[in-house]
């Protein structure tokens, strides 16, 4: 089975901290990404990264930023938390290259609020 | 960018009961994937479509891939309070480097069943 973990199920920060949030995916998956889910807004992507070192802008990229030292594990860093960041993060891996094989594996995500 | 309309946002029924939510683009997909989320939890993958006019069965779950490739559809027949979460529909786009794609997500449908 594949697996997701996030380094927090809850987090709670002040308003101009730096955060952490790490991913590590345990099959050895080319691609990771990080979400931030809040309610009506449905899944929004801020950052993947399709390779070690290599990674792209989301949608919601603003503040936030990412960094992919080793395949395994993906971080997403927000240099100075805000209130607005208060939000359900969710990582997320899959391969490449497989015939069919589109699926994004998702962890179980971290609660994080700012105060 | 491209976006998934997905109906409806929620929806509040009795046990036993058969739902169906779906799923359209403006854009053509190779790939439909349904999701679902336990309260608290990451997304968990469904079922996964690969073929226009694919018809997928996983359990009391049946999702179709639309023949024009535009839609998709899911099922849940007799439903069971643990049937209760969100429902994501999602399909894979390129990014804009060489080599990455990613997911395109729907809103979401909320899905209650009363016992």
């Known amino acids: 089975d594949v697996k997701v973990t996030q380094s927090s199920r809850y987090l709670v920060k002040r308003t101009g901290e730096k955060v952490f949030l790490e991913c590590v995916q345990d099959?050895?998956?080319?691609?990771m990404f990080w979400y931030r889910q809040d309610p009506g807004l449905g899944l929004r992507l801020i950052y993947f990264?399709?390779?070690?070192?290599?990674?792209e802008k989301g949608d919601i990229p603003e503040g936030y930023s990412v960094s992919r030292e080793k395949k395994e594990r993906f971080s997403l860093i927000l240099e100075s938390a805000s209130t607005n960041q208060t939000s359900m993060y969710l990582c997320?891996?899959?391969?490449?290259?497989?015939?069919?094989?589109?699926?994004?594996?998702f962890g179980p995500g971290t609660r994080l609020t700012v105060l | 960018g491209q976006q998934l309309n997905q109906s409806p946002q929620s929806m509040f029924i009795q046990e036993g009961e058969d739902v169906s939510m779906n799923c359209t683009s403006s854009?053509?997909?190779?790939?439909w994937l349904w999701y679902k989320q336990d309260p608290g939890e990451g997304p968990v993958l469904l079922i996964a479509?690969?073929?226009?006019?694919e018809l997928t069965s996983n359990g009391r779950l049946t999702a179709q891939f639309g023949i024009t490739r535009k839609d998709s559809f899911l099922n849940i027949s007799a439903s069971i309070p643990s049937d209760v979460g969100i429902y994501f529909c999602?399909?894979?786009?390129?990014?804009?480097?060489?080599?990455?794609?990613?997911?395109?997500f729907g809103k979401g449908t909320k899905l209650t069943v009363n016992p």
């Open positions: 997320a891996s899959r391969t490449w290259g497989v015939a069919g094989g589109n699926e994004q594996f």
């Open positions: 099959m050895d998956h080319e691609n």
């Open positions: 990264s399709y390779d070690v070192k290599m990674k």
């Open positions: 854009s053509i997909f190779n790939t």
């Open positions: 479509l690969y073929k226009a006019g």
């Open positions: 999602a399909g894979p786009i390129l990014g804009t480097q060489g080599g990455s794609e990613k997911l395109v």
